[in-house]
């Protein structure tokens, strides 16, 4: 995730052998006190169920931390579940600015700290997210998707699927031009 940190990630129990009477379980009761350790750095987690708990990244230097978990605020798993930080995407520019409300404008979106992985790289405009067509470190492609007015969006990136830059560049939607005579 980006070192921005924010990213909410999805811890889960391994499997526990079946014949146990007593498996363990994420429990209500411990809600409380249950806490993710990034390195050195402890956030509260979130029970969602009795085998999986979230938790939200801290901000981070780039590079892979060890993520660990206690049900007691106190003791902590030895478990060093590798997660890794990534450089955040930022300084947008896009070309072109405006197109039409039908969509399928292609966008040129520059910045830094982007991402070659064509597989994940996304942009929203404004709610709908769209994948990239091309991707590099510099430059991410999108087609713009229709909408029903015009309008201007936030266009963002994300380069893992999953978390968008914060940046708000504003790309405007126009009506159709129709050509009154030639």
């Known amino acids: ?3 921005t940190g924010g990213t909410k990630i999805t811890i889960a129990l391994s499997e526990y052998d079946k014949q146990d009477k007593n498996p363990f379980i994420f429990e209500p009761y411990h809600a409380n006190s249950i806490y993710c350790r990034f390195n050195e750095t402890i956030m509260k987690a979130t029970v969602v169920s009795g085998t999986n708990i979230t938790c939200t990244t801290p901000p981070h230097s780039v590079g892979e931390v060890a993520v660990d978990v206690s049900i007691n605020a106190q003791d902590y798993s030895v478990s060093n579940l590798p997660y890794v930080y990534h450089a955040a995407a930022r300084n947008l520019t896009i070309s072109p600015r405006t197109g039409p409300i039908a969509g399928g404008t292609l966008i040129q979106i520059t910045g ?4 070659n992985d064509i597989e994940t790289a996304k942009c929203s405009f404004g709610e709908e997210v769209v994948n990239a067509v091309y991707a590099t ?8 998707p229709p909408v029903v007015l015009p309008k201007s969006v936030a266009i963002e990136v994300s380069i893992n699927g999953k978390d968008f830059t914060r940046e708000t560049v504003q790309f405007h939607y126009e009506s159709h031009r129709h050509i009154a005579e030639i």
């Not at 830094?112 to 991402?115: A, G």
């Not at 470190?137 to 713009?144: A, D, G, L, Y």
């Open 1 to 3: 995730g980006p070192s």
């Open 112 to 115: 830094t700290d982007f991402t």
């Open 137 to 144: 470190q510099f430059e991410i492609r999108c087609h713009t």
